[in-house]
């Protein structure tokens, strides 16, 4: 039977206004450099981008003369520069303007510091930097309008801070680019890895975080387009925190490839989660084997969206694979989901309309208010509802006209420990591709197809299969089905065959659980009509996924002849 969420934490009120930017991809340019380009993003990432504060970088911060370049060599205890505005105090460098410096060798205990009040950008080109401090940032950045980071090729840096230090190894209080193809090593033995209290973008660099609380942190937005990062939080991964302005606190993966673990979080914005790109893989609360507590240890979390439009995107969480406060579109890319607790979880609206989401463990596999399928396609194996449209202000019997699950095109494959699809209002079948495997061992009010409000059938291919096919009312209207009971469970593995009285075979289907009922329906069924019921033999055809096949060659022992549009018990079938 429906059920309301056994357990959901409180979140913020969710403010349904999407963020966006405009976004500058990674690059390495540097003098007679080819300049950095735009990566285009799927349409729904596109449309969540388009309302939102840009981003600080462009091409020209990318592009700069060698022979403005300045230099500064860095001796342990000091520092040497060609620049007068390279100040050094004991162990502390200071730039104190804009322009380009080029740094090399180490610091004991000291500190890079940027503190440039006028304007321009400030380019820190680290080429064999090692920066320790035990009580500060490594790289201080106190004003600058903004700041490039930039790796020289075949460059290997490191950065570490003390375990005193409140902020970060790599602080920054401006709009902070980290780019090049140089590696970069970041300790925050104190608190956070790299930190901007402005916007962070990543556009290249072999960049590796460990961090006491968040890996990454961009207050205003954290962007990556490229690179290569690897992050460890004792916090979250990748975060975005400002709650404050509605077009802020995103974050954006374009490109790249970022592995990320976290003892909280593997990715969090307080406003939006926008993936157009790039390979992801996450791990966060220890992964799907933890059961969750009350820290928030979700792989993707957005207060008010999460958007995939491209990418792949491996998650690996103890709470919520993929959520969101309010609404998440997926429109492209491949997301593959493990979790102790939801899947993909949405307060509002679920909407699937391309791309791949595949979920193969989970209490709940897909739930939200509202869950829409109008294309791509969509898996989910839980131990409770494999799709879940659930409204709280209403009890579990009861009807609510706000939930909704409606399937209009793609492909859903679902199996789960109690109910397949399961809705607190309407479920409504208008196309695509739906099979569904409801619980082995609950009969009752659990079932493949489970609504409290009205089932509808109107288009589309489906099977559904559990103890109970389903336990909603079959619709009396609409395209035709069948239905058989049979009086005995069947064994998983076993061949159930759809065909005409005159053999011509429909569909056969080959159930990974043990059922005992099951209902197909589709265009090729009409109501009134007798048809034939086999088992046994082997399943043929065009291989339509979760074990149905249509069209082949009819196998098999006739167990019963069905009629369109009521509900058949047999004894036949095998044992």
Same mark, same amino acid.
């Given at each position: 039977?429906?059920?309301?969420?056994?357990?959901?934490?409180?979140?913020?009120?969710?403010?349904?206004?999407?963020?966006?930017?405009?976004?500058?991809?990674?690059?390495?340019?540097?003098?007679?450099?080819?300049?950095?380009?735009?990566?285009?993003?799927?349409?729904?990432?596109?449309?969540?981008?388009?309302?939102?504060?840009?981003?600080?970088?462009?091409?020209?911060?990318?592009?700069?003369?060698?022979?403005?370049?300045?230099?500064?060599?860095?001796?342990?205890?000091?520092?040497?520069?060609?620049?007068?505005?390279?100040?050094?105090?004991?162990?502390?460098?200071?730039?104190?303007?804009?322009?380009?410096?080029?740094?090399?060798?180490?610091?004991?205990?000291?500190?890079?510091?940027?503190?440039?009040?006028?304007?321009?950008?400030?380019?820190?080109?680290?080429?064999?930097?090692?920066?320790?401090?035990?009580?500060?940032?490594?790289?201080?950045?106190?004003?600058?309008?903004?700041?490039?980071?930039?790796?020289?090729?075949?460059?290997?840096?490191?950065?570490?801070?003390?375990?005193?230090?409140? +902020?970060?190894?790599?602080?920054?209080?401006?709009?902070?680019?980290i780019d090049g193809t140089g590696s970069l090593?970041?300790?925050?033995?104190? +608190?956070?890895?790299?930190?901007?209290?402005?916007?962070?973008?990543?556009?290249?660099?072999?960049?590796?975080?460990?961090?006491?609380?968040?890996?990454?942190?961009?207050?205003?937005?954290?962007?990556?387009?490229?690179?290569?990062?690897?992050?460890?939080?004792?916090?979250?991964?990748?975060?975005?925190?400002?709650?404050?302005?509605?077009?802020?606190?995103?974050?954006?993966?374009? =490109?790249?490839?970022?592995?990320?673990?976290?003892?909280?979080?593997?990715?969090?914005?307080?406003?939006?989660?926008?993936?157009?790109?790039?390979?992801?893989?996450?791990?966060?609360?220890?992964?799907?084997?933890?059961?969750?507590?009350?820290?928030s240890t979700k792989g993707l979390k957005g207060?008010?969206?999460?958007?995939?439009?491209?990418?792949?995107?491996?998650?690996?969480?103890?709470?919520?694979?993929?959520?969101?406060?309010?609404?998440?579109?997926?429109?492209?890319?491949?997301?593959?989901?493990?979790?102790?607790?939801?899947?993909?979880?949405?307060?509002?609206?679920?909407?699937?309309?391309?791309?791949?989401?595949?979920?193969?463990?989970?209490?709940?596999?897909?739930?939200?208010?509202?869950?829409?399928?109008?294309?791509?396609?969509?898996?989910?194996?839980?131990?409770?509802?494999?799709?879940?449209?659930?409204?709280?202000?209403?009890?579990?019997?009861?009807?609510?006209?706000?939930?909704?699950?409606?399937?209009?095109?793609?492909?859903?494959?679902?199996?789960?420990?109690?109910?397949?699809?399961?809705?607190?209002?309407?479920?409504?079948?208008?196309?695509?591709?739906?099979?569904?495997?409801?619980?082995?061992?609950?009969?009752?009010?659990?079932?493949?197809?489970?609504?409290?409000?009205?089932?509808?059938?109107?288009?589309?291919?489906?099977?559904?299969?559990?103890?109970?096919?389903?336990?909603?009312?079959?619709?009396?209207?609409?395209?035709?089905?069948?239905?058989?009971?049979?009086?005995?469970?069947?064994?998983?593995?076993?061949?159930?065959?759809?065909?005409?009285?005159?053999?011509?075979?429909?569909?056969?289907?080959?159930?990974?659980?043990?059922?005992?009922?099951?209902?197909?329906?589709?265009?090729?069924?009409?109501?009134?009509?007798?048809y034939a019921i086999y088992t046994g033999g082997?399943?043929?055809?065009?291989?339509?996924?979760? =074990?149905?096949?249509?069209?082949?060659?009819?196998?098999?022992?006739?167990?019963?002849?069905?009629?369109?549009?009521?509900?058949?018990?047999?004894?036949?079938?095998?044992?």
């Open positions: 039977m429906p059920r309301t969420p056994l357990r959901r934490r409180a979140v913020a009120p969710a403010v349904l206004t999407a963020t966006a930017l405009a976004i500058w991809a990674g690059g390495t340019a540097i003098a007679g450099a080819a300049p950095v380009t735009t990566l285009a993003a799927g349409p729904a990432a596109a449309t969540a981008l388009a309302a939102n504060q840009a981003s600080h970088d462009s091409t020209a911060d990318h592009t700069w003369n060698e022979s403005d370049v300045s230099t500064v060599t860095l001796t342990g205890t000091g520092a040497t520069s060609t620049s007068s505005n390279v100040t050094v105090s004991g162990s502390t460098v200071t730039v104190g303007a804009a322009g380009t410096y080029r740094f090399a060798g180490s610091l004991t205990n000291g500190q890079i510091v940027v503190n440039s009040t006028g304007t321009g950008i400030v380019r820190l080109i680290l080429n064999g930097v090692t920066v320790t401090n035990s009580t500060a940032a490594a790289i201080n950045i106190i004003a600058a309008d903004e700041v490039l980071v930039f790796l020289q090729a075949g460059s290997t840096n490191r950065l570490t801070d003390g375990s005193t230090n409140a +902020n970060a190894a790599l602080d920054s209080a401006a709009d902070l680019t090593t970041v300790t925050g033995n104190g +608190n956070d890895g790299i930190s901007s209290a402005d916007g962070l973008v990543i556009t290249g660099g072999v960049i590796t975080v460990t961090a006491k609380d968040d890996a990454i942190r961009g207050k205003d937005y954290a962007i990556v387009t490229g690179g290569t990062i690897t992050a460890t939080g004792g916090g979250d991964g990748i975060k975005s925190d400002n709650d404050a302005d509605t077009t802020r606190g995103y974050v954006s993966l374009v =490109g790249g490839t970022v592995t990320l673990t976290s003892t909280g979080d593997a990715v969090q914005a307080a406003t939006d989660v926008i993936i157009s790109g790039g390979k992801l893989t996450a791990k966060s609360g220890g992964g799907s084997t933890v059961t969750p507590g009350d820290t207060g008010v969206l999460v958007v995939i439009s491209d990418g792949t995107n491996t998650i690996d969480a103890s709470d919520d694979g993929v959520h969101s406060d309010a609404n998440i579109i997926v429109d492209g890319g491949t997301t593959t989901v493990a979790t102790g607790d939801d899947g993909v979880h949405a307060e509002t609206n679920v909407n699937v309309s391309a791309g791949t989401v595949n979920v193969t463990k989970s209490y709940e596999g897909v739930e939200g208010l509202k869950v829409y399928v109008t294309g791509g396609s969509v898996s989910a194996t839980a131990t409770d509802d494999a799709f879940n449209a659930s409204d709280p202000a209403y009890g579990e019997m009861q009807n609510s006209p706000n939930a909704l699950i409606s399937i209009t095109g793609g492909t859903v494959i679902v199996s789960g420990g109690t109910d397949g699809l399961d809705s607190n209002g309407a479920l409504s079948i208008g196309g695509g591709n739906v099979i569904v495997a409801g619980s082995p061992t609950r009969g009752g009010g659990e079932g493949g197809l489970d609504s409290n409000g009205a089932l509808t059938i109107t288009a589309g291919t489906l099977v559904s299969s559990g103890l109970s096919a389903s336990t909603s009312t079959l619709p009396t209207a609409g395209q035709g089905w069948v239905s058989v009971t049979f009086s005995a469970n069947q064994a998983a593995g076993t061949v159930v065959h759809l065909a005409t009285t005159s053999g011509t075979q429909i569909a056969s289907y080959q159930s990974s659980k043990i059922f005992k009922g099951i209902i197909f329906s589709s265009s090729q069924i009409t109501r009134g009509t007798t082997s399943v043929s055809g065009t291989a339509v996924g979760g =074990g149905l096949y249509t069209g082949g060659t009819l196998s098999g022992t006739q167990s019963t002849t069905v009629t369109a549009g009521t509900q058949t018990t047999t004894g036949g079938g095998p044992r």
